[in-house]
């Protein structure tokens, strides 16, 4: 995405990394630039692509909207509990249903749990019937590991962060339930017929994996 032949603008809240080949922005509200404006000020720029770091309020997300649906590449970020969310959220900021609908390509929920320790964490065996009561869908007994606490993980088990992600690509099918208003509960249950992982089953893989506990996707997601 990052080439000399494609104009990339940001605005952030604030700039935290420099990236060597993209125009950023940083919000600063004393002065009058917040998202939205920043926003209107980009478009004027002809830019490739565009990266919003928050949509906080229904302007920006007009704004944004109507940027995807003139051709531009637009990236933000929105607070939902996971991916259908992100949907009917637009809704309920003010977006009409049918172009929410057409300027959706994909939409990532993510959480960050703790990686386990490698030093201290121990193997332990999850059956269906622990699974089941921490909220997990199995029907057999998964090897896994728990925290145990060592010195060189000052005693808590984890050392490091991994993303744990749930991934939505929008079909037809979901623009239809979009633009009939459907709950986002719905258009989730679409979405898994359709392939999509849940954010709690892509934790259960990095369980199976070692790379965290089942406590631990169970505490963020």
């Known amino acids: 995405m990052n080439s000399i032949d494609k104009n990339i603008i940001t605005i952030e809240d604030p700039v935290e990394y420099q990236l060597p080949g993209i125009n950023q922005i940083q919000v600063n509200?004393?002065?009058?630039?917040?998202f939205a404006s920043g926003l209107r000020s980009m478009l004027r720029a002809d830019p490739d692509v565009i990266m919003v770091g928050e949509i906080r309020d229904a302007?920006?997300?007009?704004?944004?909207?109507?940027s995807a649906l003139t051709g531009h590449l637009?990236?933000?970020?929105?607070?939902?509990?996971?991916a259908p969310s992100a949907v009917t959220r637009l809704t309920e900021m003010g977006i009409e249903p049918f172009l929410?609908?057409?300027?959706l390509d994909t939409v990532v929920a993510q959480?960050?749990?703790?990686?386990?320790?490698?030093?201290?964490k121990r193997q332990t065996i999850l059956t269906p019937e622990a699974l089941s009561a921490a909220g997990f869908r199995a029907s057999f007994d998964i090897e896994a590991y728990e925290p145990a606490?060592?010195?060189?993980?000052k005693g808590s088990g984890y050392k490091g962060r991994i993303g744990v992600y749930e991934v939505m690509t929008i079909t037809d099918e979901m623009r239809s339930h979009a633009i009939?208003?459907?709950?986002?509960?719905?258009?989730?249950?679409?979405?898994?017929?359709?392939?999509?992982?849940?954010?709690?089953?892509d934790g259960l893989e990095r369980v199976k994996e070692g790379l965290t506990s089942i406590a631990e996707v169970a505490r963020v997601t």
């Open 111 to 120: 959480r960050l749990a703790r990686v386990l320790c490698p030093h201290c």
């Open 100 to 103: 929410t609908a057409s300027a």
């Open 29 to 34: 509200a004393k002065s009058g630039l917040t």
């Open 149 to 153: 606490g060592c010195s060189r993980c």
């Open 59 to 66: 302007e920006t997300a007009r704004i944004a909207v109507e």
């Open 74 to 82: 637009v990236l933000s970020t929105l607070h939902t509990n996971d």
């Open 180 to 201: 009939q208003r459907t709950s986002a509960e719905e258009i989730g249950h679409v979405a898994e017929e359709q392939g999509m992982r849940r954010l709690r089953e």
